[in-house]
């Protein structure tokens, strides 16, 4: 059983940056990647970023070159780096983390990131 927390949202302007945090307890040896969602009001739950427990990344093309997934092992930790915020990033943000294919995952709360003036 994984437990994950996010934290390290909020209100941001536009062009701005935050940084999210994936915070995991427990342990299951099927885990093979941590992935970040997204989901807008009104729209679909959308993947962003995934990092395995090799370190290879990955990102959606809407946040590839803006957002950075990294991991801290140590604390148990995954980091998702937001730069040059827009307005449709604004959504509420979800970590998962799921084994190689995905029959087992787990789901963090959410956190929510606002980009506005």
């Known amino acids: 059983q994984v437990e994950l927390v996010e934290s390290g949202g909020g209100l941001v302007q536009p062009g701005g940056s935050l940084r999210l945090s994936c915070a995991a307890s427990?342990?299951?040896?099927?885990?093979?990647?941590t992935n970040w969602y997204r989901q807008a009001p009104g729209k679909q739950r959308e993947w962003v970023a995934s990092?395995?427990?090799?370190?290879?990344?990955s990102y959606a093309a809407s946040v590839k070159g803006r957002f950075t997934i990294s991991r801290d092992n140590a604390k148990n930790t995954v980091f998702l780096g937001l730069n040059s915020l827009m307005s449709e990033d604004t959504a509420t943000y979800y970590c998962?983390?799921?084994?190689?294919?995905?029959?087992?995952?787990?789901w963090g709360q959410g956190t929510q990131v606002t980009v506005s003036s």
């Open positions: 998962n983390v799921a084994s190689l294919g995905g029959n087992i995952q787990y």
């Open positions: 427990g342990s299951d040896p099927s885990i093979y990647t």
């Open positions: 990092i395995t427990i090799g370190g290879s990344t």
